[in-house]
């Protein structure tokens, strides 16, 4: 079974503190996305990466995927309150397959 | 940019009753549509894989009578909870993929409560 391992599980920090998720395997995706999702709410699209070692950057969040694509990364910056919320990866196993696999997730509060 | 609908956003309903809930791509057309359930503080689990006029592929351990799936056009899928019970009280997901773009779009979830 392919799994996608997301740390931490779960991270309180304070406001304009850094921090850094990330998201783990064993196999190789040809592509991750993140996402993030709020109580009630279905996830939203932060960014795709596609090409190994690429590095995206969405204002104060940074995403990297690795070298191998097995693993990727998110980083922010200065972190706000508004960063709350549980922080998905998810790809697909295979190329040619739509069916994500999801990060096991990570839940931010930002602390004002 | 995609944007997909699902609705009811919550319900409420009496046990041993069943619920429809729809999901539809806006402006792009989904072969391919996914079902998920997500319990309190976790992830999602996918349920299932809608695939427009055919039959939906269902994960290990769903109950493909208990959860029908029908997508009879590009832009809808639906879930129906038959003879629904307080177990199956959860947050259901409906995804869609934009298939040329590569990316998933989700919605915006059903809060389901059974009594």
């Known amino acids: 079974t392919q799994l996608l391992e997301q740390s931490p599980q779960f991270l309180s920090i304070q406001e304009g503190e850094n921090l850094t998720v990330y998201c783990n395997s064993s196999s190789v995706f040809s592509s991750l996305q993140w996402y993030r999702q709020e109580p009630g709410e279905g996830p939203v699209l932060l960014v795709t990466v596609v090409t190994g070692g690429e590095v995206k950057k969405l204002k104060r969040l940074t995403f990297q995927f690795g070298d191998a694509r097995k693993d990727s990364s998110l980083h922010i910056t200065a972190a706000q309150p508004g960063d709350t919320g549980l922080y998905l990866c998810a790809g697909p196993p295979f190329s040619g397959t739509y069916k994500y696999i999801f990060g096991t997730g990570t839940r931010l509060k930002v602390l004002a | 940019g995609a944007v997909v609908s699902q609705h009811p956003s919550w319900v409420i309903c009496k046990s041993g009753t069943s619920v429809k809930i729809e999901c539809r791509s806006l402006d792009f057309q989904a072969t391919t549509m996914f079902w998920y359930r997500q319990f309190p503080k976790q992830s999602l689990m996918l349920m299932a894989t809608s695939n427009e006029g055919s039959k939906a592929t269902y994960e290990q351990g769903v109950e493909k009578d208990k959860f029908l799936i029908n997508h009879a056009s590009l832009t809808l899928s639906t879930l129906t909870v038959t003879s629904a019970h307080p177990e199956d009280s959860s947050f259901y997901i409906c995804?869609?993929?934009?298939?040329?773009?590569?990316?998933?779009?989700f919605g915006s979830g059903t809060q389901l409560s059974v009594l």
């Open positions: 995804s869609a993929h934009d298939r040329p773009n590569e990316k998933l779009f």
